[in-house]
């Protein structure tokens, strides 16, 4: 079948050459072999929630609406495999009545997890790195249209290397993840100036599970996230004012169901330098985009991963979001911040907006050409390549 795709924002639209929808493993095989016969690209979509072109493609664009299945190994009661297509919404409900959970979650579940571990995508909290550190293996359909398991048993190099592939090793007909026992959290919202939340930073980030905070342009205030275990003694805020409570089980508590649709631009920098980087991002905003800006700049914390292309590979990172009503025009404001973002050793959020390609990205990774080795091996003939994916990775 033949029709425009959207991703969830608007802004990117374009219409493949055909979209499938493969029903079992072996189709979506089957479908990769025919695309290197006929010479054509294959691109997997989610759930459309990246504003970066990484899907686009003029060939073939699969879904895995059909993929959605879930299984509990029984060698490890706390590993359990998934379907491709299975959403981080809909797997953390069945992984609840399991007794299991992600240990942590973003904003937003609404993404496929393959999709959200292929972006790199993470919550907030200094001891937490992104979501992908959960995967330890599973069945990937590669490049020559082989369905092969793969495992950190055996290859954990490989597996480092796909827990932030952008979809150019190949395609999970099912991911196995290790997950947590579930946990409950207590969700508190502050409110304060940004002077005293900057001041105080370092302190929340220390002491409490998960902290982030936004800033409001308009009024320079800020809206501060704490997020603890449920049993733990809430710590107060002295110089903040509490807005509301929640405990509920993590997978109910961490994400937030919003309607407002938004751009995103997304900066991932070593966590010595965030605070500064974010003073000069706040200068910046204030003294040239307070007037046109509509809405919030997003601070958080991640810990250091081992991943290949993880925009926390080596080093505790802090995260600078820019945000911008989907209505309201963006690239003026974000190409303004970006240089800042870049100047401080940020690293773009592969699902996010940004300007840049192979040779800017490539000093970033300390282990970006063994990446591109890996991509060879799984890929030989490119067929999860496009244009943009060619100038992104410097691949001839």
Known sequence: MTREWSNWSGSLSFTPGRIEAPENDDALADLVRRAVRDGAAVRVVGSGHSSSPLVQTRDVLVTLTNLRHIETPRQDPREVTIGGGITLDQAGKTFLARGLAFANLGDIDKQTVAGAFAT?????????????????GGRLVTGTGDLVEVGSEDDPELVRALRAALGVLGIFASMRLRLVPVFRLRKRQWCSRAEDCLREFDDLARNHRHVDFYWYPRSDEVKIRTMDLADDSPAELPFARLLDEEVGWSNEVIPNNRELRFEEMEYSVPAERGLACFEEVRERVKAHWRQIVGWRVLYRTVAADDTLLSTAYGRPTATISLHQNNTLPFWGFFRDIE????????????GKLHTLRADDLRPLYPEWERFLAIRRSCDPEGVFLTPYLRDLLGVD
């Open 120 to 136: 790199g995508t993470h919550g907030t909290g200094a001891t937490l790195p992104p979501l992908a550190t959960h995967l330890v």
């Open 339 to 350: 240089p800042i973002l870049r100047a401080c050793g940020g690293r773009p959020h592969w």
